[in-house]
Each structure stands twice: as C-alpha cells, then as structure tokens.
C-alpha cells in the first residue's frame, strides 16, 4: 500500500508541467551568471502561452529564447541589453515588469487608486456609524427591560 | 433626484462601466501582441534559398519594391489553411511574395510545396529560427508587408483570411504601390 502510494506520487508529481519545463542543462563560467540567468527567465515572458515565464514555459520559442539569454549572458551582455534585445524584437509584452509609461499608467498607478478609493469609503462608513444617535430606551421601556431580566 | 437615490444608482453605473470594460475586452484577441517592428526597417538577413540552396536572398534585394514576407512552416496546420488565400492573393497582385521556412526541414517543406502549391517568389530557410527571433515571430504563419523603403508596414499574426486581404492587406499594398510610382 505504502509503496503505491509512493508511485502514485511520483506520477503525479512527474505530471506537473513545471517538472518538465527548462530541462536544458547549462554550464555557467560564475554563480553570478547563472543567478541572472534564473532572474531573466523569471521575468520575461513567453509569447506562445502568455500566462508564463521564459522558465516555465515548454513552447519552442520559449526555449529558443533561454538559450538566446544564455548565449548573451555567456558573451558578458548586461542584464539591460538583454532585456533590450527582447523587447526590440517582442515589444514590452515580453516583459513581466512592464516600464512606466503613459500606456502602462493604469496598470502601474490602478491598484493604489483602487486602495485609496477602498479606504475612503471604510474612512465613511466607520465615520457615519460612529455618528449614529446611541438609541435610548424610554423610562417606560425601562421598566419593562428590568421586567424581563428580573422575571424568575 | 435626491442625493440618497443618486448613490442607489452608483453600483448600477460601476456595474454598467465594468460590464462595458469587459465586453470590450471579449472582443480582444490576446494573441495579437502589438509588434514595436511596424513602422522600423526590416531586420536584415542573409539566408540560404530552399530551393537553390548556395544561393542566399537578403532584403535588400528587394530595395524599392512592394514586398510581403510570410513565415511559415511545414509543421504548420493554420499555414495550410492560409496557403490558399495566399496563393488568391499573388494571383490578384502582381507583388513579390517572399516565403520565411521557420524550422523546418528542407525536404518536408520542398514536399509540402509540390503538393500545395507555391505562392512565393522564393522562400529562404531559417532552420535555427534565429531569423525568426529578429523578425519577432512568435506563431506561426505571420505576414508583414514591406514597403519600397524597406519599412515594416503591416504585420498579421496567424493566419491570413480572405476578408483579411480583402479588406486590409491589399488595400494597403495596391496604396503602397501607388505611392512608389
């Protein structure tokens, strides 16, 4: 029992895409190349399946792309020249951090609009409730309180 | 309208904004990436011919004329569907169409265009795709229309349809060549 379950484990685990994504084996001249190297991946995306990075990615392209970042970091480009280089070919589409710009503005200053409006109407509502008249019982109400607590 | 019954009326408006927003965005086709080569020179190559193979064709062999480029692929299944509407396209105009074989092999692409038909002047091997990565391609087929002035001016991604030429591609070539003459 023990041991299916093992195996089915290790199916399933085999399954997950990302176990098969990036099986390039690389050879790095410094741990520095390859840390920018993982870091480049991360960030930029890949075209064919939009929702993933270079790293994730299993498309052809995605590949291509990896070893064009391996080959350049290898020939002593700057991380900026990379970077360059995709997005002259592919456009700011290609990066997952997208520069500051006037088409990119909403994207950019949207969540913090979004907050701000978010807090003033909790600054309101808590303002108003605070506001609200403490409601009073008549003397004659009162007495019927006391009543109903007292009863036993 | 009282001030209370404006602010029943503002979920409504938020509702009517978002649903707008998003009806807008139904009719986006996320595969269509702005490419930041229209409008730019063409990216400069120097690749082998399919057919004559210690020949090479480079773009500015065309310096001057009206030109298309079409990447496409033996592999490809939408190339198929397009290949048609390309070759009614070299039949209605005269302009030079220049076929990009993306990582392909030579003998399955040779097959491919005895079988189906050859719309293109000539077509050149890009077997490494590099070409491909300096172009921008990123899905197979895609059409870019070149001008006499060697400037990117159209680019479709996927394949190209009838209404597509009839309605954008040519339009904007036969206006291409008119302004050449």
Known sequence: ?152 | MTSKAVRYFIPLVVFIALAVFLGLGLKLDPRHVPSPLVGKRVPEFSLPRLFYPDKAFTPVDLQGRVWVLNVWASWCVACREEHDVLKDLVGRNPVTVIGLNYKDTVTEAIQWLEQLGNPYELSVVDAEGQVGIDWGVYGVPETFVIDHEGIIRYKHIGPISSTDVEKTILPLIEDLQRSTS
């Open chain 1, 1 to 152: 029992m023990k041991k299916l379950m093992v195996v089915t484990f290790a199916v399933l685990i085999c399954c997950c895409p990302s176990v098969w994504a990036k099986v390039e084996v690389l050879q790095f001249d410094s741990v520095e190349q390859e840390r920018r190297y993982n870091q480049l991946i991360e960030e930029l995306r890949c075209l064919v399946c939009q929702n993933q990075n270079l790293a994730d990615s299993n498309a052809d392209l995605a590949k291509d792309l990896r070893e064009k970042t391996y080959q350049m970091i290898k020939a002593g480009s700057s991380n900026e020249e990379i970077v360059d280089y995709m997005v002259d070919r592919y456009g700011d589409f290609v990066l997952y951090r997208p520069p500051v710009k006037l088409s990119t503005v909403i994207l950019w200053t949207g969540p913090f609009v979004l907050l701000l409006i978010g807090l003033w109407v909790l600054v309101r509502l808590v303002r108003q409730r605070r506001n609200q008249p403490v409601a009073t019982l008549s003397q004659e109400q009162h007495e019927q309180a006391q009543r109903l607590l007292h009863e036993d």
